[in-house]
């Protein structure tokens, strides 16, 4: 455990250039113009003959070790400044640098997965793969490679006539992505049956298969890497797994979360999530008043706004009416149009549109808030957090209308997105060091997107409840609109989600 203070030169980066590159070598050549000895030159390149650090001369490796000792005290002096400038200082003593703890404790602990689970879950999934493929075959009248997009696309378009409506790929190919066989999948069985095929292969190959071989034979359990410097909004995300992607939205994804178990018998595991926090949040940072006066009287927000929307009574809005209102909720947070909804919704375009104007004519606070971003991103080139976090949007006056909106987008979406994710981290930071100053055994394992994981002791279970929601709450205090966080415990992750 590093004692004092410490600085973090890659992470002061990461403040101030969100979007770049942000190791030592790139940096060097940067704000230093020099280019300090790189690895390959001691160790060669990636390969099975790559060599390690003990097979170098120790002469070779000091040279090496204490350049980058150097190079990183000399960038210190040239990012702090820069650091101070853009009033990221708070940002990066408060929040950044101490969740550094934080992470490597997370890390370090791991979480117990159930290997024998995965593997019979592995043989499901072939016989329903196995399944899907006979299923496509005979739909289609012959046998080819469900995994050559060329095969697919000759026998969905050219022998079973599908309408095909897309430019072709370079080499003249049909595009088989799964946007656009979405598109079709509604109006075609075989479709629905590929993309099916596709996402089973993905989940066996992705988690099922890979989690077993991950496991840390002197631990037994997994030790995902959380990486703090790489999504541009601040969100943490993590790899070797990647637990930030296991779908959740489909039966098949939400079993993997059951091999994700509890130290032993004597331990649970507790979820704790933030309730709606972006759609909070734009409240929030809107100011729109329909919207803060649904949460502050504890309204389902899809059910008030699809009351509004439809200008009908609270208690008669009807499932497809509150379906529609969620859609167009978080659709509208991503900066979503017509076009987008409509497909989404199934609908036409003309009534998507009509959607999204009767939507800002209710919520006219969001419209505003919206229309003042895009134009405060366009004169000063970045948007920010409510904690300060920026980030730069260099394409918001492109002539190109395409990669214009999509970085209008953007500056819609980061503040709301990237103060969830500051507020997280704060609760992160904040529960870490009760959880130390009150000698508890519960130790933080997971973080994916709004949601902490935990692993309890039984005995601890009533004290650290109460502890984590009062941690997660108060974690941006003088918030006008309530927060709420969902708590669950269970035997297995999909138990406690």
């Not at 942000?22 to 001691?42: D, F, G, K, R, T």
């Not at 024998?116 to 592995?122: A, E, H, I, V």
């Not at 940072?285 to 699809?306: C, N, P, V, W, Y």
Request: charged letters at 25%.
């Amino acid at each position: 455990e590093v004692k004092g203070r410490f600085y973090d030169t890659m992470l002061a980066h990461y403040l101030i250039e969100p979007d770049l590159r942000h190791n030592m070598n790139y940096l060097a050549e940067s704000y230093l113009s020099y280019s300090p000895v790189s690895i390959e030159s001691l160790i060669g390149k990636k390969g099975k003959n790559q060599l390690t650090m003990r097979d170098v001369p120790v002469a070779q490796t000091s040279e090496y070790a204490c350049e980058d000792a150097d190079i990183t005290l000399q960038l210190k002096e040239v990012l702090h400044p820069k650091v101070v400038e853009e009033k990221l200082d708070k940002l990066l003593t408060n929040v950044e640098i101490p969740l550094i703890n934080v992470l490597v404790a997370m890390e370090f602990e791991g979480i117990r997965v159930d290997a024998d689970f995965l593997n019979n879950y592995s043989k499901t999934l072939t016989i329903e793969i196995e399944a899907l493929k006979k299923k496509v075959f005979d739909e289609a009248g012959t046998v080819f490679n469900l995994d050559s997009p060329k095969q697919v696309g000759e026998v969905l378009f050219d022998k079973m006539k599908v309408p095909y409506r897309w430019r072709r790929t370079k080499t003249g190919q049909y595009s088989t992505n799964e946007e656009k066989l979405s598109e079709l999948a509604k109006d075609h069985e075989i479709i629905n049956n590929i993309l099916e095929h596709r996402s089973y292969m993905k989940l066996r190959s992705t988690y099922v298969d890979a989690l077993p071989l991950m496991i840390n034979p002197k631990t037994g359990r997994i030790h995902s890497s959380f990486n703090q410097a790489l999504a541009s909004t601040g969100r943490l995300s993590s790899n070797n797994p990647n637990l930030q992607n296991i779908p959740i939205r489909t039966e098949a994804g939400r079993q993997i979360r059951k091999a994700f178990i509890p130290r032993d018998e004597n331990h649970i595991l507790l979820a704790a999530d933030y309730s709606q926090i972006e759609l909070r949040l734009i409240a929030e940072i809107s100011g729109d008043e329909a919207m803060l006066e649904a949460f502050s009287k504890g309204q389902d927000i899809h059910r008030a706004t699809a009351a509004r929307v439809y200008e009908v009574p609270f208690d008669e809005v009807s499932p497809d009416q509150r379906r529609n209102a969620k859609t167009v909720n978080f659709s509208i947070i991503y900066g979503a149009g017509a076009t987008n909804l409509s497909r989404q919704l199934d609908m036409k375009r003309k009534e998507a549109a009509e959607l999204i104007e009767q939507y800002f004519k209710q919520y006219s606070g969001l419209k505003t808030y919206m229309d003042n971003v895009v134009a405060e991103a366009r004169e000063n080139g970045y948007v920010t957090t409510l904690l300060g976090r920026k980030r730069m949007l260099r394409n918001i006056n492109s002539r190109n209308s395409l990669i214009r909106s999509h970085a209008e987008r953007n500056a819609v979406n980061t503040p709301i997105q990237g103060t969830a994710a500051d507020m997280i981290k704060v609760a992160m930071i904040d529960i870490h060091d009760a959880l130390r100053s009150g000698n508890f055994a519960t130790k933080m394992i997971l973080q994916v997107h709004d949601e902490l994981v935990f692993d309890v002791p039984k005995s601890e279970l009533d004290t650290v409840k109460p502890l984590i929601e009062d941690k997660m709450k108060n974690a941006m205090p003088n918030l006008k609109v309530p927060i709420v966080v969902g708590m669950d415990t269970g035997e297995n992750w999909l138990e406690a989600h």
